[in-house]
């Protein structure tokens, strides 16, 4: 016999990780009834609260208490102010969306040189209030295993706290999710948020897979110049991060600029090679002229 809690909740989820890039005028202005003559992959009517609002270069309050995976009260400001970091904000009974974000998010950090608990930190926080260090724990373990960096133990951090903290966090990186008590799960956004060592909003990277091209380049920036080589600072000039979509592409107005400036430098150089030949055939006709007298 089919379970309708179950298929509820894989309808939620599915709907949820297409949501996520979705934009929210769209989601406020799609039907949210069932009525029949309504397209059949309507929102549900709980999305209408699940998005992100943008708050780029906003500040998180540092000063937010926290309980890490070992049962220490922490606060946000114990990661701030030497590397950028980034913040997921999940559930860890999640049964799909929250580990395929987290799959997506450390997928993307394997074939990178920059490395947590030295470039950056990755700062998990659950945002069911029910959840316990222990839960915390293991769900760090479980990553711990993948993501086998001398650091990785120092940099990444998973945090339970109390729904006052969690409501503070949440709304100032716009992150709005909503409980669905008829399925006893949260229906929530599939996105992560990049902030500065200041801990101020610096980027969002939205869905369940993120480019490891993107990562990084979220993460140079968020540096503000402390971390990544010459090539990474170099290659922002180069690249546009688009808000709407949380990813990076091609500036073309950029490569067309640069090729502006090298057609001028290469005119320039032309001339100077041109006048100073000039000189110089004007120099030995002069020579030979005095010569010859």
Do not use: W
């Amino acid at each position: 016999m089919t379970n309708p809690r179950g298929l509820r909740l894989a309808c939620v989820t599915a709907v949820l990780a297409v949501a996520a890039v979705v934009s929210p005028a769209a989601q406020r202005s799609a039907p949210g009834s069932s009525a029949p003559g309504q397209p059949a992959m309507a929102p549900l009517p709980i999305l209408a609260d699940v998005r992100i609002d943008q708050k780029l270069d906003s500040p998180v309050p540092l000063d937010l208490t926290f309980v890490d995976e070992a049962g220490k009260n922490v606060t946000l400001s114990q990661y701030f102010g030497a590397r950028p970091a980034v913040l997921a904000l999940v559930y860890y009974e999640c049964p799909m969306l929250c580990t395929q974000v987290l799959n997506g998010l450390f997928s993307s950090l394997e074939p990178l040189k920059l490395d947590a608990g030295r470039d950056f930190d990755i700062i998990v926080v659950s945002f069911d209030p029910g959840e316990t260090p222990a839960m915390a724990r293991a769900k760090k373990a479980s990553y711990l295993k993948h993501y086998q960096r001398p650091t990785g133990d120092a940099g990444i951090h998973f945090l339970t706290g109390r729904q006052a903290e969690i409501d503070r966090l949440a709304d100032a990186v716009g992150f709005r999710y909503a409980y669905d008590e008829a399925i006893d799960q949260y229906a929530h956004p599939a996105a992560v948020t990049v902030l500065t060592p200041k801990g101020h909003v610096s980027k969002y990277l939205y869905g369940v897979e993120f480019a490891p091209m993107d990562f990084r380049f979220a993460m140079v920036s968020a540096g503000e110049g402390q971390i990544g080589t010459l090539v990474d600072q170099a290659l922002l000039y180069c690249f546009h991060y688009d808000p709407a979509t949380g990813k990076y592409s091609v500036a073309i107005m950029t490569f067309v600029r640069l090729g502006g400036a090298l057609t001028l430098l290469g005119l320039m150089a032309f001339l100077v090679v041109h006048l100073r030949r000039d000189r110089r055939q004007n120099s030995a006709v002069a020579s030979t002229a005095t010569g010859t007298r």
